[in-house]
């Protein structure tokens, strides 16, 4: 496991077939007239807006759907849709407390993009996970939730987790990465995240030993 992922990487194209038609309208692909090689990332921004309001529609219609706040502003007031992480429940832990912004967490995670022709289940940047997910056999990571180099709408999700709970969570650009290219992440990426919260501790005290294989601490 590697949580480099957080920080700056180093960018790489990736590439699929398609008819080029000249001008396309923003959800469409872009086509090199030279070679016809197609750039996967073409309207990028516009594809990761559309794709954002379709996780909004589902979180406010749909049941077991959440979204919170950036975890810095004020919850009291309705705020713009980038200021929201939108997270799916796909188990429920047994805990109950949550992280604090000052604890350190243990968690499992797959980190996407929002799918592509070339990866339709969307480019995985970094993981924990690999292979099927199972909980006995996943890898894991432990880090301080404090830690400057997370992006916003990771610390936002965990301090809202118990322990055990299994979650997708879509994070909008603007709680990411923003305008910045990070590695294989392009600018203007929506993150799509699954994240199991293994176990967390507060400052000062040391997590207790997490044995994967028989989900024993």
Not at 124 to 136: E, L, P
Not at 161 to 168: F, K
Request: glycine share 6%.
């Amino acid at each position: 496991m590697k949580f480099d992922s957080f920080r700056r990487l180093s960018q790489r194209g990736q590439f699929f077939i398609l008819g080029c038609l000249g001008c396309l309208s923003c959800l469409f692909i872009s086509c090199s007239e030279e070679d016809n090689t197609v750039d996967e990332y073409a309207n990028w921004p516009a594809r990761n807006d559309q794709y954002l309001a379709a996780i909004v529609n589902d979180s406010l219609r749909q049941p077991g759907w959440h979204r919170y706040k950036k975890y810095s502003l004020n919850d009291d007031s309705e705020g713009a849709v980038s200021e929201y992480v939108y997270v799916k429940v796909l188990e429920d832990g047994d805990g109950q407390d949550t992280p604090m912004f000052t604890d350190s967490v243990r968690i499992s995670y797959q980190g996407r993009l929002i799918p592509t022709p070339q990866h339709p289940e969307g480019y995985v940047f970094d993981s924990t996970i690999y292979g099927t997910y199972d909980k006995a056999t996943n890898s894991n990571t432990k880090f301080l939730l404090s830690a400057t180099t997370l992006i916003d709408g990771f610390s936002t999700v965990l301090q809202r987790m118990h322990r055990g709970d299994h979650w997708r969570v879509y994070i909008p650009s603007e709680l990411g990465y923003k305008e910045s290219t990070s590695s294989t992440i392009p600018a203007h990426s929506l993150l799509i995240f699954d994240i199991t919260l293994i176990d967390f501790s507060p400052t000062g005290q040391v997590m207790p030993v997490w044995n994967s294989r028989r989900n024993e601490r």
